[in-house]
Nanobody
Framework: QVQMGESGGGSVQAGGSLRLSCTVPGSPFSPRCMGWFRQAPGKEREGVALLSMITGYQDNADSAKGRFTISQDNATNTLYLQMNNLKPEDTAMYYC?????????????????WGQGTQVTVSS
């Protein structure tokens, strides 16, 4: 069983920053892709950012481009999402996920493992 866990969420004023962390299993677990997703009340889960573990390719949702950066520390098996210039519309539960087969920001159902989520609340 693969266990993943997010942390780093909290409440912040608009324009502020947060860094989310996701601890993932080490070897032999080796996903093709890691991603960050979010779900706001009454809305569907959406992709925010992804990172290919093979090529280093990164992708971001249009709403996140220029503000969010995904990265990893392979020494500690930790995935990060640096969020700058936060906006109230960024308020959501944020999840990290791993995909062993594909690597797409828009194929949510393809991801095999999910964390429990960490809440991000951005006030006006």
């Amino acid at each position: 069983q693969v266990q993943m866990g997010e942390s780093g969420g909290g409440s912040v004023q608009a324009g502020g920053s947060l860094r989310l962390s996701c601890t993932v299993p080490g070897s032999p677990f080796s996903p093709r892709c890691m991603g960050w997703f979010r779900q706001a009340p009454g809305k569907e889960r959406e992709g925010v950012a992804l990172l290919s573990m093979i090529t280093g390719y990164q992708d971001n949702a249009d709403s996140a481009k220029g503000r969010f950066t995904i990265s990893q520390d392979n020494a500690t098996n930790t995935l990060y999402l640096q969020m700058n210039n936060l906006k109230p519309e960024d308020t959501a539960m944020y999840y990290c996920a791993a995909d062993e087969t594909f690597c797409s920001l828009y194929k949510t159902s393809s991801y095999d493992y999910w964390g429990q989520g960490t809440q991000v609340t951005v006030s006006s």
